[in-house]
């Protein structure tokens, strides 16, 4: 490679215009790419701007199209910067429909982290070259700078209380219309569901007692009830002290109802307890 040769930092102009285009033909949409693209990850001023302006209209759940966007802009004193309103509707014409609007979305995401990346080798690079530290303190400045991108592209902007109540209203017109039922993902077990109102996503919930009184037992059980019978999706569960053969052998018992002590030293199975074990696998 010639080393006099300017590359570009990694970018695709053709997928940030057909997202804009995309959102503009189809505003209801934006909800599916809120949470993992934002203004910064466009390589292009005007594109950052506009999608900006989109995000504002979306917060104040206002409709996003040509008319609205161009008052939004207007209204910051960035209409003429990114185009006028020519450009905006010059935007529409890169997609027919907003189909592919989440695949847009994620060509955009990637090439905003690989210039994070990039920025943070270069940073990387300069930390190397600091005489005066320690290794370690090198290698834990490195981490961070990895870190901080991995973590960039999941971040949630500052939020206005205005953007929320839409959301809340809506949620709590659903319980009010589905009496009985509960807030958050259920455990299995009536009474704490009744007192948690199910397992709430920005909630930690601590289990606690003495050694030997259950902890782990009362917790795979939720584990299960939330795998399969709530339909929630995979459970992912860290332990410190007990092995995941341990694990396995004690959802197996619960599952299929069979002593946890025979299964573990296979004493006491039963041609029918081996059933049940191979329907709960």
Known sequence: MDPNTITSPPQNLDAEASLLGSLIIDSDSFVKIADFVNADDFYNDQHRAIFS?????????????????????????????????SYLTELTNFVPTAAHLEQYAQIVADKSIRRRLIKASQDIAAIGSEEKKSLQELIEEAETRLFEVSQQHVRQDITSLESILGESFDRLDDLHRHKGGIRGIPTGLKNLDKMLAGLQRSDLDIIAARTSMGKTALMLNIALDIAIKANQGAVLIFSLETSKEQLVDRLLAAEAGVDAWSLRTGEGLSDEDFERISAAM
């Open 53 to 85: 302006a989109m995000r504002s209209l979306h917060d104040k759940r206002s409709p996003i199209d040509i008319l609205t966007l161009s008052e939004q802009l207007k209204s910051s004193g960035e209409l003429e910067r990114v185009g006028g309103a």
